[in-house]
């Protein structure tokens, strides 16, 4: 067990819609890593949150966007959903900002249909 | 060319047999991880290394700076170890995020 919990484990939605992820960090990390893992493809980095900002960007869609809150916990919405988007969704977290040992969370099996 | 190349993409084992996986990289780089990917799809980060090498339990990890290449290596395999190994690499820039490997699927039969 890494620590970092994320939330739902699985979910199945229809195409258009909108749904949220969300990840707790371990306890004492302040970074947060969102990444996407498509059917038998690699991780694909998406955005990278440090204490409540964001730190880098990557390969984000502009439907999809994130948050850190204050108590460290962060949300990944992604809307206008596509059968693309189905997709393994993993959280990780750090203690600092800049790239140290990432533990990573269980992930989010979601599925647009 | 991809900035960090795994080597080999797919390998089949039996059990007990020495597993060695490789790793290029063409940037510089402040640090190199090793991670696994269990077929349920957790990822559990194994090894971060600059320089040398380290060891836990029947994992080694090896780097060289020079070279640009790293190895992970596999002691008396067994199925459990069967999973996806994933190279990735901190560049010099701080500003860039890792660099990851397509990674190297395991199989190690009884």
């Known amino acids: 067990d890494s620590g970092v919990t994320q939330t739902p484990k699985h979910l199945i939605t229809a195409t258009g819609q909108r749904v949220t992820l969300r990840c707790s960090p371990r306890s004492g990390d302040l970074s947060v890593y969102w990444y996407q893992q498509s059917l038998d493809q690699g991780l694909q980095f998406l955005i990278q949150?440090?204490?409540?900002?964001?730190?880098a960007k990557g390969n984000i869609l502009e439907r999809f966007s994130a948050q850190q809150f204050p108590d460290l916990h962060s949300e990944l919405n992604l809307s206008s959903l596509e059968l693309g988007d189905s997709a393994l969704y993993f959280c990780?977290?750090?203690?600092?900002?800049?790239?140290?040992?990432?533990?990573f969370g269980p992930g989010t099996r979601l599925l647009v249909l | 060319k991809n900035e960090v190349e795994q080597s080999p993409q797919n390998l089949t084992a039996q059990e007990g047999e020495f597993i060695t996986i490789n790793c290029s990289y063409s940037?510089?780089?402040?640090?190199l991880h090793w991670l696994q990917q269990h077929p349920g799809g957790g990822i559990v980060s194994l090894f971060m290394l600059s320089s040398g090498k380290k060891k836990h339990g029947r994992l080694i990890a090896t780097i060289n700076i020079q070279e640009k290449h790293s190895s992970l290596h596999i002691t008396a395999s067994h199925p459990r170890d069967s999973a996806v190994y994933i190279c990735a690499v901190t560049p010099m820039d701080s500003n860039y995020q890792l660099i990851w490997g397509a990674g190297t699927k395991l199989i190690i039969k009884p």
């Open positions: 949150y440090y204490n409540g900002e964001e730190r």
């Open positions: 990780a977290s750090s203690v600092g900002a800049y790239q140290e040992t990432q533990y």
């Open positions: 940037v510089g780089i402040s640090a």
